[in-house]
C-alpha cells in the first residue's frame, strides 16, 4: 500500500472499465444481482479473452511478484524429496505447494494489501459515478427548469409514469413519497404512494439522501393497523431482498430487526402470553408473523453470498438478529403468564433452527457469531440451555399421558389455529435443542461452557448438558401435536435429540470432548441397568427410546476411542472388578434379549427391532480382536446362531399367500418382518468373521455357509456391508478364505465364480466403459491395470488351505481344444488356462492368431512379460532369504543392455542366481558361548536353571546374535529342551511312548508335496553347507516318523474337507528347519522333536502337532483352523491394531487381513522371507523365551515394514509385495528389546489364551 500512488490508482481503473465494458452485454442480460455475480466468477471459463484483460494480466503479475520466489522454493523441496525416494505424481505436488503457499504468511499479507487496494480503486470509482450522476441530474434541472417547481405538487400518477420509464429517483420525488406516507394523509394517498415506492428500483430509492428518513417512516408504518398497509411495506422489503446487493439488504434486514425489537420491548403492543398461546388465525399474529418468517427466509439465504462482501455487513446483520433474539422480558409474575419473547415466534416458523445451522456453516460467518454469543449474548444460550433443563423437569413430573391429554384437550377448540403454552414450549425446545446441537459441533462453541442457569447452584458442563439429553431419550413422551400431523415423528423429542447424538458422534474431535466419558455411557446404560433388575420396580421405557440409545451407543463403538471406553471405561488401570464396564453391560443385556429374558418385552412388536439394535452395538465390539476377547465368557454367537435357527425356521412354516384372501396383506407383512430379521442375524453372524477367532466360533456354530452366500448375495448386489464400516467385504472374505471350510464355503456360494468371470471378462473384452480414441499400444507391463483389483481379490483367496481344498487332488483338463465362448469357472480352470501352457491349443485359445506366432519361432522376446515370467520361473526354483539368493529384477533396464540377466528356460539354474555372499552357517564357539552351555551342566534348581539361560540366552542375542547358529545352537536347543520337559510345570502334554521301528515305517509312503519339500530342503542345505549327500533319505526317515508318532495322538474325523483326511496336507517346514539346525543328524533331530513335543510351543511352532489331535476339542478339530490362526494370528491383529496403527489401516485399506500374511509366513517357517540364521533366530527364541514370542516377532516384522507397507497401500499391490518380496533389513536381534517391553505389556494375556487351545468351550 505504500507504493501505491495515484497513478497506479487511475491505472486500475481503467483496467477495471475496461473489463466491464467487455462483459457489458453479459452483465446486463443476467435476470438478478446474484446471477451477474455469477457470470464474473465464471468468466476464465466461460470468455476466450480472459488472460487478455489487462486488470488479469496486473492480478497475475502482482501474485508473482509477491510469492513467486516462494512457490519455486517450495517446488525445488518437493522435487529433492522426489529424488530422495518419495515418489508422488504432479497433480499430489501442485496440491500441496498450494496448500503451502495459502497458508503461508506472505499469502495473507498479500490478501489483505490487494483487498485494499481494490476498495480504494473500488471506492473512488463510485464516488466518481455519483459525482457524474449529480452533474447530470443538475444539467436536467436546467433544461426542466420551468417544470421542477410543480413536479412536487404534482399528483402520483407522474411521478408513477416517470417510475415506470425507469428514470432515476431524485429527491423531490422521495420527499413526496415520504410526505404522503404521513399517518395524516388520507388512506388512498398512503396506498398509492407505498404504490409508487414498490414499483421503483429499489437500488435507486435506497441511493437517495432521504433513504435514512424513508426507512424510518416505513419502520413507523409496519405498526399500522391495517393489514394491506404493512402488507404493502413487507413487499417492498421482499423485493429489495430479492433483488438487490448485500449492502442495500442489510440496511432493511437491520431496520426490520430494530423495529420487532422495538415491537417486543413495548408494553404498548399486545403480544400474547405463554397461557394464552398464540392464535394463528388472529390478524395481529398473521402480521408479526410473516415480518418473522421474512427475516428468516433472510436469514437462511444470506449466508450463500455474504462472503464476497465487506465484513462489516455480515456482522451488522449477525448482530441484529442475535439483539432481537436476546430480548427478554422481565417476568415479575408465573410462568404461565409470561409474555412470549420473540425466540418462540422464530421456532414457530424455524423450528429446527436452519437459519443457525446455515450461519455456523461456514468458518467466516460462524467465527463472527461465536465471538458476539461468548461478548454480548450469551444470554441467549443459557435461555436455550434453560429451556431444554424445563422441558426434561416437566417430563420428569408429568406422565406422558398427561401431556398428550392436556394437548390432545386443548387441540380440540381450535386444533388447526391455535398453538398452546405447552406446545409452544415444546417448540421452542425442538429450536434450542437443535441450536445447542449444532453449537455443540465446534470447538469454540464448545468453550461457551459451563454456564451458570437461574434456580441451579453449580454451572452446566459439557459433560452435563450430554447428559440431559441423554435424559431426554428415555423420559420425554410422544411428540405434542406440530404443524402437520403428518411430520409429528420427526419432531418426537427422542427422535431430535437422536439426530443431534448422531451429528456429535460423527465429528471425531467432538465426540471424544462431549460423549467418550463414562458419565455419558453411563447415563445411556442407566435404561438397560434399570431393565436388569429384576427385583425392582422398572420404569416404563420405551422400545423406540431404547433403539434410539443402541443407534448412539453402535456409533460410539464403531470409533475407536469410544470402543476402548466401551471396554475398558475411562481408568484402564481400574482393578475394580464388580463394576462392569459398558461393553459387558450391554453384551448381557443382548444375549437376555436374545433369549427372550426380559418379561417387560414379552409379545412386543417391536422386540425384533431392538434384538437388532443391541445386537448391532454387540457387533461393532466383536467385530475387532479386544472387544471379541472382552465378550467371550457370553458365547454371543451361540445365542444369534440359536435364534437365526428359529427364525429361518418360522421362515420356512409361512404359508404361501392365496390371490383374493383377506390375509394376503397380513401374511405377507408377517413374512418380510420375519425374513429381514432372519437377514439381520446372518449379517450379525457373519460380521464373526471379521477376526481369527471369531471365524473359529462361526464355524463352532455351523452357519458359515448360509453367512457366504449371504455375504455373496449382498457383494453381488453392491450394497453396504454395515452402516459403520468403513471398509467393504474385502477383509471377511481374506479372513473367511484364511481357513478350508471358509474356501470351500466361498466356493459353494458363488463368490469365486463370480470373480473367475470378472477376471477373465477383464482380460479378455477389457474394460466396456473406457472409450477408444486412438489404437491400443502393445502392453509391456506384466499386469494391465484394468485386470489388477480382479488378480488381486484372487490373490486374497489363495492361501495354501484354501488352494488345497479348491484344487487338491484334480488333475489339469489339458483339452485338445478351447472354445472361445469358454470361460474359466474354477481355479484349476485358471492354472490350466492362464499358467500351465502346456500346448498349443491353450495359446491359440488366450493369444490372438498373429501372436501365437510368436511362441513358434522358440526365441525369447525382451518385453515386461519376459521379463516377469524370467522372474517368476527363478523365483520358484531357488529357496533362500534376501541375502542367500538373487532374484533378476521386474523391469528392464536403461541403456545398451537393459537385461543382462540369463533366462531361466532349462535345469540347472544359471550360476549367476546364487548368492556368493552367505554367512558362515557354523561359527566357532567363543568364551561367551562356552559359558552359556557350561551353565547348562550345572545342577541348580531347576526352575533357576531355566530362569537363568533365557537370561543368558536374551543378552547373547543382543550382543552377539551371530553367535546362536550352526553346531552351537543345535547342541543349546538339545540341552534346554531336554531339562525342560524334565520339569513337569513346564511340559503341557502328555508323555507317550514311542515304540515304532524302521521297519515299521520302511513300506509307508510320503505325499508328493512331502516328496518335493525334501528335495527343496535338500538343496538349499546344501547351498547353505548344512547337508551332505544321501540327506534326502535321512530327511524322508525323520518325517516318516514323525506321522507315526503324531498319529498316535491323533482322532478319526468325519469331514468333508480334504485337508482332514489323513495326515497333514502340506510339507513339514518345521522339521526340515530342525533337521538343518542339526545339521542332517536324523537320530538327534527325532529325539528333539519326541521331546519337544511335548510343551506348549510345540503347538505353535510345529503345526502338524496339532493336526486332527486328540488334545483339541472336537470342534476345532472338526472346523480345521489351527491354534496358529485363532490364536497366535488373532493376537497379532490385536497388537497391531495397539502398536502399528498405520500398518492395520493399511492392511484395511487394501481388503487384506495380516492375519493371513503371518499364518503363511509361520506355516513355512519364514523360508524365503528371512536368511537362515534369522529363522534359526526365529525359532530359537520361541523355544527359549516361550510361544508368544511368536506373536512379537510377527509385530516387530510389521513395524520394520511400516513405511513400505505404506507406499504398497498406495501403489495397490501391498499383497503381492507381502506375498513374494523377502524381509529385507530384518534382524531378530535388532528388536529383542521392543519385543522385550511388548512382553511386559500383553504376555500374561497372550500366554493364558495360549494354554487355553485344549479347552472345550471358550
Not at 559 to 579: A, D, H, K
Not at 943 to 954: D, G, L, P, S, T
Not at 1119 to 1143: D, N, Q, R, T
Request: charged share 25%.
Amino acid at each position: 500500500m505504500a507504493h501505491f500512488s495515484g497513478e497506479d490508482e487511475e491505472m486500475l481503473q481503467a483496467m477495471l472499465r475496461q473489463l466491464f465494458q467487455s462483459v457489458k452485454e453479459k452483465i446486463t442480460g443476467a435476470p438478478s444481482l446474484e446471477s451477474a455475480e455469477e457470470i464474473l466468477l465464471r468468466l476464465e471459463k466461460t470468455d476466450e479473452n480472459f488472460h487478455n484483460y489487462e486488470f488479469v494480466k496486473y492480478l497475475r503479475q502482482y501474485i508473482c511478484n509477491t510469492l513467486g520466489s516462494m512457490i519455486e522454493e517450495e517446488m525445488e523441496k518437493c522435487t529433492s524429496d522426489q529424488n530422495q525416494g518419495e515418489e508422488s505424481g504432479y497433480d499430489t505436488v501442485v496440491q500441496h505447494v498450494t496448500k503451502r503457499t495459502q497458508d503461508s504468511k506472505e499469502y495473507k499479507e498479500m490478501m489483505h494489501s490487494l483487498k485494499n487496494i481494490m476498495m480504494v480503486v473500488v471506492e473512488s470509482m463510485i464516488n466518481k459515478f455519483e459525482d457524474d450522476e449529480v452533474r447530470s441530474q443538475e444539467r436536467q434541472k436546467k433544461i426542466q427548469k420551468e417544470k421542477s417547481s410543480s413536479y412536487c405538487t404534482d399528483n402520483c400518477s407522474d411521478s408513477d409514469s416517470s417510475f415506470n420509464q425507469s428514470y432515476k429517483f431524485c429527491q423531490g420525488k422521495l420527499q413526496l413519497i415520504l410526505d404522503q406516507l404521513d399517518p395524516g394523509q388520507p388512506k388512498e394517498v398512503r396506498y398509492e404512494a407505498l404504490q409508487t415506492l414498490c414499483s421503483a428500483p429499489p437500488s435507486d430509492v435506497l441511493n437517495c439522501e432521504n433513504w435514512t428518513t424513508l426507512c424510518e417512516k416505513l419502520t413507523v408504518s409496519l405498526s399500522d393497523p391495517d393489514p394491506v398497509f404493512s402488507d404493502r411495506i413487507l413487499k417492498f422489503y421482499a423485493q429489495t431482498f430479492t433483488l438487490s446487493p448485500l449492502h442495500i439488504t442489510k440496511e432493511i434486514y437491520t431496520s426490520l430487526a430494530k423495529y420487532l425489537e422495538l415491537y417486543f420491548l413495548s408494553r404498548e403492543n399486545h403480544i400474547p402470553t405463554l397461557s394464552i398461546g398464540v392464535d394463528i388465525s388472529s390478524p395481529n399474529v398473521i402480521r408479526l408473523l410473516k415480518k418473522v418468517r421474512l427475516l428468516n427466509e433472510y436469514q437462511k439465504e444470506v449466508p450463500s453470498f455474504w462472503i464476497r462482501h465487506p465484513e462489516k455487513y455480515m456482522e451488522e446483520i449477525v448482530e441484529s438478529t442475535l439483539s432481537l433474539l436476546s430480548v427478554k422480558h422481565d417476568q415479575s409474575h408465573l410462568v404461565s403468564q409470561k409474555i412470549l419473547d420473540p425466540i418462540y415466534f422464530f421456532a414457530l416458523v424455524d423450528t429446527k433452527a436452519v437459519w443457525f445451522k446455515k450461519w455456523m456453516h461456514a468458518y467466516y460467518s460462524r467465527t463472527a457469531v461465536l465471538r458476539l454469543l461468548e461478548k454480548k449474548y450469551k444470554s441467549m444460550i443459557v435461555t436455550a440451555v434453560q429451556q431444554c433443563v424445563q422441558y426434561l423437569e416437566s417430563c420428569e413430573t408429568m406422565k406422558g399421558d398427561e401431556i398428550l391429554e392436556h394437548s390432545k384437550h386443548h387441540g380440540n377448540k381450535q386444533k388447526i389455529f391455535c398453538y398452546s403454552g405447552q406446545e409452544l414450549q415444546y417448540i421452542y425446545f425442538i429450536h434450542s435443542l437443535c441450536l445447542l446441537g449444532r453449537l455443540l459441533i465446534y470447538k469454540q462453541g464448545r468453550k461457551l461452557f459451563p454456564i451458570k442457569l437461574k434456580n441451579r447452584k453449580d454451572s452446566m458442563s459439557l459433560t452435563d448438558l450430554l447428559v440431559l439429553f441423554t435424559q431426554l431419550i428415555y423420559y420425554s413422551p410422544s411428540c405434542p401435536k406440530m404443524t402437520s400431523s403428518a411430520h409429528s415423528e420427526n419432531y418426537s423429542p427422542a427422535s431430535m435429540v437422536t439426530e443431534v447424538l448422531r451429528i456429535l458422534c460423527d465429528q471425531k474431535e467432538c465426540a471424544i470432548e462431549c460423549l467418550y466419558n463414562s458419565t455419558v455411557i453411563e447415563t445411556l446404560l442407566q435404561p438397560i441397568h434399570n431393565l436388569m433388575k429384576e427385583n425392582e420396580a422398572t420404569p416404563n421405557f420405551s422400545e423406540t427410546a431404547l433403539i434410539h440409545i443402541a443407534d448412539i451407543l453402535a456409533r460410539i463403538a464403531s470409533v475407536e476411542e469410544g470402543l476402548i471406553l466401551l471396554l475398558y471405561g475411562e481408568n484402564m488401570s481400574s482393578s475394580e472388578e464388580e463394576s462392569l464396564t459398558g461393553a459387558h453391560i450391554i453384551a448381557q443385556f443382548s444375549k437376555k434379549l436374545l433369549d427372550e429374558d426380559i418379561s417387560i418385552f414379552s409379545g412386543s412388536d417391536m422386540l425384533p427391532v431392538v434384538k437388532g439394535a443391541f445386537i448391532s452395538v454387540c457387533r461393532q465390539i466383536y467385530g475387532t480382536c479386544e472387544g471379541l476377547q472382552a465378550l467371550l465368557p457370553y458365547s454371543l454367537h451361540a445365542s444369534i446362531a440359536k435364534a437365526w435357527k428359529k427364525t429361518s425356521f418360522l421362515s420356512e412354516r409361512i404359508p404361501t399367500p392365496v390371490e383374493g384372501s383377506d390375509s394376503v396383506s397380513s401374511v405377507s407383512q408377517e413374512s418380510q418382518n420375519i425374513m429381514a430379521w432372519e437377514e439381520d442375524l446372518l449379517d450379525d453372524l457373519l460380521n464373526f468373521a471379521a477376526t481369527p477367532k471369531g471365524l473359529l466360533l462361526l464355524q463352532r456354530t455351523g452357519a458359515i455357509n448360509e453367512c457366504v452366500t449371504f455375504m455373496f448375495n449382498r457383494y453381488a448386489k453392491k450394497l453396504q456391508i454395515s452402516r459403520q464400516k468403513k471398509f467393504g467385504y474385502g477383509v471377511l472374505v481374506t479372513q473367511v478364505a484364511s481357513t478350508a471350510a471358509g474356501a470351500v464355503a466361498l466356493q459353494n456360494s458363488g463368490f469365486i465364480n463370480a470373480l473367475l468371470t470378472e477376471l477373465w471378462s477383464n482380460l479378455e473384452c477389457g474394460r466396456d466403459d473406457v472409450r477408444v480414441i486412438h489404437p491400443k499400444s502393445t502392453p509391456v507391463d506384466p499386469i494391465d491395470r484394468s485386470c489388477q483389483k480382479s488378480f488381486l481379490a484372487l490373490v486374497n483367496l489363495l492361501l495354501y488351505p484354501a488352494v488345497y481344498e479348491l484344487v487338491g487332488s484334480q488333475e489339469l483338463p489339458n483339452k485338445k481344444e478351447y472354445s472361445l465362448r469358454e470361460v474359466p469357472t474354477c481355479i484349476i480352470d485358471i492354472i490350466d488356462r492362464l499358467i500351465i501352457l502346456n500346448s498349443e491349443a491353450k495359446i491359440r485359445s488366450l493369444f490372438n492368431y498373429e501372436q501365437s506366432y510368436i511362441f513358434g519361432l522358440r526365441e525369447f522376446i525382451i518385453d515386461g512379460l519376459s521379463v516377469e515370467r524370467n522372474h517368476v520361473l527363478v523365483r520358484i526354483n531357488l529357496i533362500g532369504g534376501p541375502l542367500e539368493r538373487v532374484l533378476p529384477p521386474r523391469m528392464l533396464e536403461k541403456g545398451d543392455d537393459p537385461y543382462p540377466w540369463p533366462m531361466f528356460s532349462s535345469y540347472p539354474l544359471p550360476h549367476r542366481y546364487r548368492s556368493e555372499v552367505t554367512r558362515n552357517a557354523d561359527i566357532k564357539h567363543d568364551s561367551d558361548l562356552g559359558k552359556l552351555l557350561l551353565r547348562f551342566k550345572m545342577s541348580d534348581k531347576q526352575a533357576e536353571w531355566i530362569e537363568n539361560c533365557r537370561r543368558q540366552f536374551c543378552k547373547m542375542m543382543k550382543a552377539k546374535p551371530d553367535v546362536i547358529s550352526g553346531g552351537a545352537l543345535s547342541e543349546l536347543l538339545e540341552k534346554f529342551v531336554f531339562y525342560l520337559t524334565e520339569n513337569p510345570s513346564e511340559c503341557y502334554f502328555p508323555s507317550l511312548e514311542y515304540t515304532a521301528t524302521d521297519a515299521n515305517v520302511k513300506n509307508e509312503s510320503l505325499s508328493s508335496v512331502q516328496q518335493l519339500g525334501i528335495k527343496m530342503t535338500v538343496r538349499y542345505g546344501k547351498f547353505l553347507k548344512l547337508l551332505k549327500d544321501g540327506a534326502e533319505n535321512d530327511l524322508a526317515w525323520v518325517l516318516k516318523h514323525c506321522e507315526r508318532f503324531l498319529k498316535q495322538q491323533q482322532t478319526p474325523v468325519k469331514s468333508s474337507l480334504l485337508c482332514l483326511q489323513g495326515n497333514y496336507a502340506g510339507h513339514d517346514w518345521f522339521v526340515s528347519s530342525l533337521f538343518m539346525i542339526m545339521l542332517g543328524n536324523k537320530e538327534k533331530t527325532l529325539q528333539f522333536l519326541q521331546q519337544f513335543s511335548r510343551l506348549l510351543t510345540s503347538a505353535f511352532l510345529w503345526l502338524p502337532r496339532l493336526h486332527i489331535s486328540r488334545y483339541l476339542p472336537g470342534d476345532t478339530v472338526e472346523s480345521g483352523i489351527h491354534p496358529v490362526y485363532f490364536c497366535s494370528a488373532h493376537y497379532i491383529e490385536m497388537l497391531l491394531k495397539a502398536e502399528v496403527p498405520l500398518v492395520f489401516s493399511a492392511f484395511h485399506m487394501s481388503d487384506f487381513a495380516p492375519s493371513q500374511i503371518c499364518l503363511q509366513w509361520i506355516t513355512q517357517c519364514f523360508w524365503n522371507y528371512l536368511d537362515w540364521i534369522e529363522i534359526c533366530h526365529y525359532i530359537a527364541t520361541c523355544i527359549f523365551l516361550g510361544p508368544d514370542y511368536q506373536v512379537y516377532i510377527c509385530i516387530a516384522i510389521f513395524k520394520h515394514l511400516q513405511q513400505e507397507i505404506l507406499q504398497h497401500t498406495q501403489t495397490q499391490d501391498l499383497q503381492v509385495f507381502l506375498k513374494e518380496e523377502a524381509l529385507h533389513g530384518f534382524r531378530v536381534s535388532d528388536y529383542f528389546e521392543y519385543m522385550e517391553i511388548l512382553e511386559q505389556n500383553y504376555r500374561p494375556v497372550l500366554l493364558r489364551d495360549m494354554r487355553n487351545i485344549r479347552v472345550q468351550s471358550t
